[in-house]
Nanobody, 114 residues
Framework: QVQLVESGGGLVQAGGSLRLSCAAS????????MSWFRQAPGKEREFVAR????????NYADSAKGRFTISRDNRKNTVYLQMNSLKPEDTGVYYC???????WGQGTQVTVSS
């Protein structure tokens, strides 16, 4: 059974940092692009960041540029999202995905207080 399990979410004050992890099991994603999405209360899910299979290419939503960094460790089948300078508008459930393949995690809650 293929699973993507996110961790690292929590409550943080504005300006703080969190590091999200996404551990994959059941198959290797070392040849696949991986992404992070988020969904704020009452809003649609939105793209946050993407990383190529090699890790050499990354893409970010404008809201994440300069503050978030996506990375991966293919030996551990794990993807990370380092989030710095967090803002209240970053609050939401963060999902890890190999979305081009249709695999999604169940999400981890991030709450940023002002």
């Amino acid at each position: 059974q293929v699973q993507l399990v996110e961790s690292g979410g929590g409550l943080v004050q504005a300006g703080g940092s969190l590091r999200l992890s996404c551990a994959a099991s059941g198959r290797s994603f070392s040849s696949d692009a991986m992404s992070w999405f988020r969904q704020a209360p009452g809003k649609e899910r939105e793209f946050v960041a993407r990383i190529s299979w090699s890790g050499y290419s990354t893409n970010y939503a404008d809201s994440a540029k300069g503050r978030f960094t996506i990375s991966r460790d293919n030996r551990k089948n794990t993807v990370y999202l380092q989030m710095n300078s967090l803002k209240p508008e970053d609050t939401g459930v963060y999902y890890c995905a190999a979305h081009e393949l249709g695999y999604w995690g169940q999400g981890t809650q991030v709450t940023v207080s002002s």
